[in-house]
């Protein structure tokens, strides 16, 4: 009695379907990128303006006081730029501007 396999040959990936992978994976790792590019962006804004917020609260609170306002703040090197008025205070910062 003689036992007969059948060989199956695989074939490795073919090239249209590498490619396919290929353009799938490399849409897939830039969308990720281009969203924590964005991502980190947006807070750094969010950051800076809380920090500027921070800031315009001390000067007010520097004004009641009877203290002189500061014309500039470095703080984690960001420099703020101060604009003390009767009325209202605005602070300059990379990303924005902000007034109270």
Request: glycine share 4%; charged share 15%.
């Amino acid at each position: 009695m003689i036992l007969t396999f059948k060989i199956y040959q695989y074939k490795g990936i073919g090239v249209v379907s590498f490619l396919v992978a290929l353009a799938l994976f490399s849409s897939i790792a830039l969308s990720v990128i281009h969203w924590s590019a964005h991502h980190r962006q947006s807070m750094m804004q969010m950051y800076q303006y809380l920090q500027a917020i921070q800031i315009a609260e001390n000067q007010k609170q520097r004004q009641f006081l009877g203290l002189d306002c500061e014309q500039q703040v470095h703080q984690n090197n960001l420099i703020f730029l101060i604009e003390c008025r009767e009325t209202h205070i605005s602070i300059r910062y990379q990303l924005g501007e902000i007034t109270l």
